[in-house]
């Protein structure tokens, strides 16, 4: 098992920036990607953003690419989402995922194993 661990949420004015933080630890050898994810109030959660661990191939959804950036830090087991451009539509509350198992299908939440309790990102207009 993983346990994941997000920070860096906040208030944050439309235009701005933020960058989310998210610890691993436990079985981190066995991480083949990870994920961010995010729910926004009364809509399903949805995916943002992918690595895979061993590659650095990263992935995006469409409504974030191109203002945001996801990278990872082997030697700290953490990742990060750099969002910047902030619209009021990105306000949620984003999840960091972990999956062990091979997959292509990185947008999918249940190819994801273990989850953070996620951090609020609200964006004011």
């Known amino acids: 098992q993983v346990q994941l661990a997000e920070s860096g949420g906040g208030l944050v004015q439309a235009g701005g920036s933020l960058r989310l933080s998210c610890a691993a630890s436990g079985r981190t050898f066995s991480i083949y990607r990870l994920g961010w994810f995010r729910q926004a109030p009364g809509k399903e959660r949805d995916f943002v953003a992918a690595i895979t661990w061993s590659t650095n191939n990263t992935y995006y959804a469409d409504s974030v690419k191109g203002r945001f950036t996801i990278s990872r830090d082997n030697a700290k087991n953490t990742l990060y989402l750099q969002m910047n451009s902030l619209k009021p539509e990105d306000t949620a509350v984003y999840y960091c995922?972990?999956?062990?198992?091979?997959?292509?299908?990185?947008?999918?939440?249940?190819?994801?194993?273990?989850w953070g309790q996620g951090t609020q990102v609200t964006v004011s207009s």
């Open positions: 995922a972990a999956a062990i198992a091979l997959s292509s299908r990185f947008y999918e939440q249940r190819m994801y194993s273990d």
